[in-house]
Nanobody
Framework: QVQLVESGGGLVQAGGSLRLSCAAS????????MGWFRQAPGKEREFVAA????????NYANSVKGRFTISRDNAKNTVYLLLNSLKPEDTGVYYC????????????????WGQGTQVTVSL
């Protein structure tokens, strides 16, 4: 089982930036892809971004496209999410997860999850 630890969350004003990190245990990732999701209170967990094992193929939710960037460093077993031009609606707990398929999108296509890191965007 892969252990994932998210970090980098915090409080930021609208228009600001954060970089989230997700460190995986071991020297290799268990599955093909890594993804980021977020969840606000009372809402369903939603897809944010994903990257394949190579780091070449990425996928983003329309709501974050052009503002967020997902990347990975396989040598460090770490995936990153750069959040630029943050909006209050970006507020939520951000989770990283390992994918169970090469190009997963839905939460059901991920099999290991971190505990999340809180991102709060103020006005």
């Amino acid at each position: 089982q892969v252990q994932l630890v998210e970090s980098g969350g915090g409080l930021v004003q609208a228009g600001g930036s954060l970089r989230l990190s997700c460190a995986a245990s071991g020297r290799t990732f268990r599955n093909y892809a890594m993804g980021w999701f977020r969840q606000a209170p009372g809402k369903e967990r939603e897809f944010v971004a994903a990257v394949d094992w190579s780091g070449v193929v990425t996928n983003y939710a329309n709501s974050v496209k052009g503002r967020f960037t997902i990347s990975r460093d396989n040598a460090k077993n770490t995936v990153y999410l750069l959040l630029n031009s943050l909006k209050p609606e970006d507020t939520g707990v951000y989770y990283c997860a390992t994918g169970a398929s090469p190009y997963p999108r839905s939460p059901s296509e991920y099999d290991n999850w971190g505990q999340g890191t809180q991102v709060t965007v103020s006005l």
